[in-house]
């Protein structure tokens, strides 16, 4: 989700002066706050309600302050008091919204940017700001309208065009979302935002070539909006360069992982054929992942992005999300030696006496991503504990929970039916979660992390996906070609997981019998 600049402190003063002493001491407020004197203001703001005590414009002003320190109760009060005063104001009344929206109360905000758009019909910003909160609040039905409208005012709309987008996408409307982005470029040839959403709609739609293009923008971003953190030594002047695919027999090319813990997972698959060119490879990785991808035979040496200290030793560097682009990847071409990743055999042997099999089959269970993944912004991928209520019926099942959160979480609620034995307070790194996947009979997962181990690591996985999924699952083909022995389950109605959840449990029962079947006795 996209959004814009907009929301900074409203100042307007527009109103009817009865002092021009008033009128001078609120710009000088204003100016100490935009140069970040906030009590200084603040002390002005306060004096002023002395002398002018409700005054609808101080109130607004302070609020903003108050807001500016975070201390958003006090800010709220403040704000609702001038809206209260003037309802038609347009500016107090925003800037109640933003607050409400920052402070939590998205559904509150909704209603303040409802009764916003109800008095001033034609403003293109509010009509936005109303979209972005049906957004927030993963309405993305409810968000197009108020998109649309915001176009149909100010047609060079660029936030308002990307969340629509992101909006038609999330509810499977892949094509439309894809005209969005085009016409975001065309007005605004240099957005970086639209040329990367614009690249991971072709990527769904399986136009790799155009999707890996526009993808590379993402390197344009900030190092923490591009979800990349690039090791101080690629920071310095000289740097060593970016490889540009010429061979690498006989040199050093540290390659720089990016974005998320499945992404990583996903695209380490290309140091395989990196090292097959002769290339010495280095590994810049989080320190989570290490103790799991220093097993990988395709890497020389791995270490996080501060301990790579010497520039002398690299030839040239990557990163990692790059090289499937470099690698003239096409849907046909996919390199998928599954597996291509290993659990640590101790750790497994270690867990293989802690998960007393019996009977049973194993199968773990993760069904929550983060909630505002930056990829999920209409929180489109996660099913609830009680959605997988179909799953209790199966007889014969041991359920493992792998979701990887603090250990202090509350505990698990299953549904009726359904005990699961609860690991997350073991999970502290990736190694330990494949060593347990290793020890399992199946993974029933959401598209998140674990999934990706579970398919790198070759386990058999079933996938569990919304109406419109992240690219690499492709639109409607039944398997991907990233990992072509996860089966699909896919959402037919947007929100609503009872269908595939359905078509996991009529399947579960014979997968349970074949895997009984094929234990040797005793």
Not at 388 to 398: D, R
């Amino acid at each position: 989700m996209h959004t814009p600049p907009a929301l900074q402190p409203l100042f307007s003063i527009k109103m009817p002066i009865h002092a021009e002493s008033l009128q001078r001491q609120l710009t000088t407020a204003i100016r100490l706050h935009q140069n970040g004197q906030i009590r200084e203001a603040i002390r002005i703001h306060q004096a002023l309600l002395k002398q002018f005590p409700g005054h609808p414009h101080i109130l607004h002003l302070y609020g903003l302050a108050r807001q500016e320190l975070g201390d958003l109760q006090g800010a709220l009060h403040l704000l609702s008091q001038a809206a209260a005063k003037e309802p038609d104001n347009r500016d107090f009344r925003l800037s109640l919204g933003f607050l409400l929206k920052l402070s939590g109360r998205s559904h509150a905000a909704l209603a303040c940017f409802r009764d916003l758009q109800h008095r001033h019909p034609d403003d293109a910003e509010i009509s936005f700001h109303l979209g972005d909160t049906c957004m927030d609040l993963g309405e993305a039905e409810a968000a197009l309208a108020p998109f649309r409208n915001a176009i149909r005012l100010q047609p060079t709309f660029k936030e308002a065009w990307i969340n629509l987008g992101l909006s038609l996408k999330g509810l499977g409307a892949v094509p439309e979302a894809l005209h969005c982005f085009q016409q975001v470029i065309q007005a605004h040839p240099h957005c970086i935002e639209g040329y990367i959403n614009l690249g991971m709609t072709h990527l769904l739609m399986g136009d790799y070539a155009e999707g890996w293009r526009a993808y590379e923008w993402r390197l344009q971003l900030t190092q923490q909006a591009a979800c990349i953190q690039w090791p101080p030594i690629l920071q310095g002047n000289p740097a060593p360069p970016r490889w540009d695919g010429t061979p690498l027999a006989g040199k050093s090319i540290l390659v720089v992982a990016e974005q998320g813990f499945g992404d990583i997972l996903q695209f380490v698959r290309y140091l395989l054929p990196l090292k097959s060119g002769g290339a010495r490879i280095l590994f810049s990785a989080p320190p989570t992942l290490i103790p799991l991808l220093r097993r990988l035979p395709a890497i020389d040496d791995i270490r996080t992005p501060e301990q790579f200290t010497d520039a002398e030793e690299i030839d040239c560097h990557c990163p990692l999300l790059s090289l499937p682009l470099l690698f003239n990847t096409q849907l046909e071409s996919v390199p998928a030696p599954i597996p291509y990743i290993q659990a640590d055999p101790e750790l497994a042997r270690q867990w293989a006496g802690r998960l007393r099999r019996g009977e049973n089959v194993l199968v773990g269970l993760v069904w929550r991503g983060k909630p505002l993944h930056p990829n999920d912004p209409l929180r489109r991928r996660s099913c609830t504990l009680q959605d997988l209520a179909p799953l209790a019926q199966v007889a014969g099942v041991t359920w493992i929970s792998l979701q990887q959160e603090d250990g202090s979480s509350p505990p698990l609620q299953p549904p009726p039916g359904m005990a699961i034995l609860d690991l997350r307070a073991a999970l502290r790194d990736f190694a330990q979660t494949a060593a347990i996947l290793d020890n399992l009979d199946l993974l029933i997962s959401i598209d998140t992390s674990v999934a990706h181990l579970g398919g790198a690591l070759g386990k058999a996985v079933w996938l569990l996906l919304p109406i419109a999924p992240d690219w690499r699952w492709t639109l409607d083909q039944p398997r991907s070609p990233w990992y072509p022995d996860i089966p699909l389950f896919r959402q037919t109605v947007p929100h609503s997981w009872q269908e595939p959840l359905q078509a996991m449990a009529e399947a579960l029962p014979s997968f349970v019998h074949t895997i009984q079947a094929g234990r040797p006795p005793g």
